[in-house]
């Protein structure tokens, strides 16, 4: 785009999330996608590479592997954020802030995701609901879909006067589809032991205003989850007025 600079957007990560942030951000008129960076050497990154994005090896070892496995690497993941004015972490839970380190040192813009802690970059991130408090921040942390999903639907009842207070219970997803054979549950259910389960009070580091509680179960399923709520509101509204 002539007199516009496109944002150059590093993705670490190309699995459930980091192959739809890629997506994403390849549709924007001001980003591009600088590439992608992953440990992984079958059909998850040759996918990547059918899209057009340049492929990195997390490390020197993996991009060696990926090397091996008849893959076009361009290098490493200290190559990637060098051509990179922001990264996008969706590396498994708890890596990214080990991963942080490294942003913090190179002095690029990164988001994570909610697998991490608010406390990990002190903002978490909704665009329906805190959008503003984001801009000019230098890292933020995505939520996860769960809360995500708890936000947008809350918040829009919030914003209409409607919300009182909200409780949940969400049936959870157990597993990536490519992981079931390693730790995914067949015929049983597993509930979260805590009340409120994490969900309810991440919802709240992005809203802080909510009353909002969650419980959580996790049953034999790997394609979606289900929220059921009961919502009491400030004042009687229709089905119509509601939806």
């Known amino acids: 785009m ?14 459930v999330i980091g192959k739809r942030v890629a997506q994403a951000v390849a ?20 996918a990547a590479l059918s899209r057009g994005y340049a492929l990195y090896g997390a490390t ?17 993941l200290d190559d990637l954020l060098e051509a990179a004015d922001i990264v996008v972490d969706c590396t498994p839970k708890h890596l990214a802030s ?30 329906e609901a805190n959008y503003a408090s984001a801009v000019g921040r230098d890292c933020s942390r995505v939520v996860s879909c769960n809360t ?15 919300l009182d207070r909200a409780r949940g219970t969400l049936l ?8 079931s054979h390693q730790g ?14 994490h969900q309810g009070p991440d919802a709240q580091s992005v ?19 289900l929220h059921y709520w009961s919502v009491q509101l400030t004042r009687e509204a229709s089905k119509d007025e509601v939806l």
């Not at 496995?69 to 490493?76: F, M, Q």
């Not at 942080?100 to 040192?105: D, P």
């Not at 959870?172 to 992981?179: F, L, N």
């Open 98 to 127: 080990k991963n942080i380190e490294t942003y913090r040192r190179l002095g690029i813009r990164f988001i994570v995701h909610g697998g991490e802690k608010h406390q990990s970059t002190g903002h978490s991130f909704v665009a």
């Open 2 to 15: 002539v007199g516009q600079r496109i944002i150059r957007v590093a993705v670490n990560g190309y699995g």
């Open 60 to 76: 020197e070892e993996h991009a060696v592997a990926m090397g091996a496995a008849g893959l076009d690497v361009s290098g490493t």
């Open 148 to 162: 995500t999903s708890i936000i947008r639907t809350l918040s829009a009842l919030k914003r209409h006067g409607l």
């Open 172 to 179: 959870r997803r157990a597993t990536d589809p490519w992981e």
């Open 27 to 46: 549709v924007q008129k001001d980003m591009a996608v600088a590439g992608v960076a992953d440990v992984a050497q079958d059909w998850r990154v040759r």
């Open 207 to 225: 809203d802080p205003d909510l009353d909002v509680v969650t419980m959580a179960v996790k049953v034999p399923e790997t394609l979606a989850h």
């Open 184 to 197: 995914g549950i067949m015929n049983t259910l597993v509930p979260e032991p805590e009340i409120p389960s």
